[in-house]
């Protein structure tokens, strides 16, 4: 068991994040599930993937404990690949060793090549993650709304029981006992978020447990398995989306980007949209009563309302009169 220990400080700036989420770290956990027996709520996604997925991907899946995180050095927290082929090249044979030892991975031939600083190997392992993630990429729609509804989920949960509620909904096997998160499973150790803020992540792909990460020189992740997997099975990516068929899909990303609060210009940069567009948005939301829009200074800042983290959690949408 870890027991996570808090001070006021800790748990006063302890966040519900999206920063955490990267495309490279569900794609790469979501390998797990192609080369282990999944949870019945992944087994439709994991047929329906498995035809996209070739040969010269098995390099990267053969890194990806069935029971374990991946490595660290596949773990980083990016959106592009190309990051981590970057990192991976930058890293010591000792570094790698240690990453693949600490993750569990089964010893082969070509876990002694990448241990030993093979120029090729480490090539092989960048190409087959960069094939990966180009057959992951149609899911990332899908796995960011599931992960976009269970922060609104956590955020209503938080109003309604505050932190130490949060904490103890985010999975079976937490425990919050005032001031020490307690979390089942692993060693037994002591630790604490040593002045870091903390930011809850959640995940789709690391669904067997909460994991803990305390970066030398970042934050405190704690990533927990997010609701509403049985979305990725029950249907295409391209249809998965009920509050896409509710709001089309540009307003529903809106509301899911004006979670947790933005400003217009933040808007417009999350959706890729102009200033005008991502404004047009906002106003339509704002008139269906989901958000509310406040001035800050020279700029507005918009945020849900209590009906619009209800839609987002999955609530039904009440008529106001």
């Not at 991976?88 to 089964?106: K, N, P, Q, T």
């Not at 922060?151 to 509620?165: D, E, T």
């Not at 803990?212 to 099975?233: K, M, W």
Request: aromatic fraction near 4%; charged fraction near 25%.
């Amino acid at each position: 068991m870890l027991r996570l220990r808090f001070d006021l400080d800790e748990l006063a700036r302890t966040t519900l994040s999206t920063s955490g989420v990267a495309a490279t770290i569900e794609a790469v956990c979501s390998g797990a599930l192609l080369t282990t027996r999944p949870p019945l709520a992944f087994d439709g996604w994991r047929r329906r993937f498995r035809t996209r997925v070739d040969d010269r991907m098995r390099p990267l899946l053969d890194l990806v404990p069935p029971a374990s995180p991946a490595p660290d050095f596949l773990t980083v927290r990016t959106d592009d690949p190309a990051d981590v082929v970057e990192h991976l090249s930058a890293l010591s044979a000792a570094e790698i060793a240690f990453d693949l030892i600490e993750a569990g991975v089964r010893p082969s031939r070509f876990t002694r090549l990448l241990a030993s600083g093979d120029r090729e190997a480490r090539a092989t392992v960048g190409d087959a993650l960069r094939r990966y993630h180009h057959a992951f990429a149609d899911e990332l729609p899908l796995v960011r709304a599931v992960i976009s509804d269970d922060l609104a989920y956590r955020a209503s949960v938080l109003a309604a029981q505050g932190i130490g509620g949060l904490l103890e909904s985010l999975h079976p096997a937490m425990r919050w006992r005032s001031p020490v998160l307690e979390i089942d499973g692993g060693p037994d150790r002591e630790a604490s978020p040593g002045g870091r803020q903390v930011r809850l992540v959640p995940s789709v792909f690391m669904w067997r447990r909460p994991y803990v990460l305390i970066e030398p020189d970042g934050p405190c992740f704690i990533t927990y398995p997010a609701r509403g997997a049985l979305r990725l099975g029950s249907a295409e990516p391209a249809c998965g989306d009920p509050l896409a068929d509710l709001l089309g899909r540009t307003r529903a990303a809106a509301l899911r980007a004006i979670n947790g609060g933005a400003t217009t210009s933040e808007l417009s940069e999350r959706l890729a949209i102009s200033l005008a567009s991502a404004s047009e948005h906002a106003s339509v939301l704002r008139r269906a009563r989901l958000i509310t829009t406040s001035r800050q200074g020279r700029a507005v800042r918009h945020t849900l309302t209590p009906l619009g983290h209800n839609t987002l959690a999955g609530g039904a949408v009440q008529m106001i009169e």
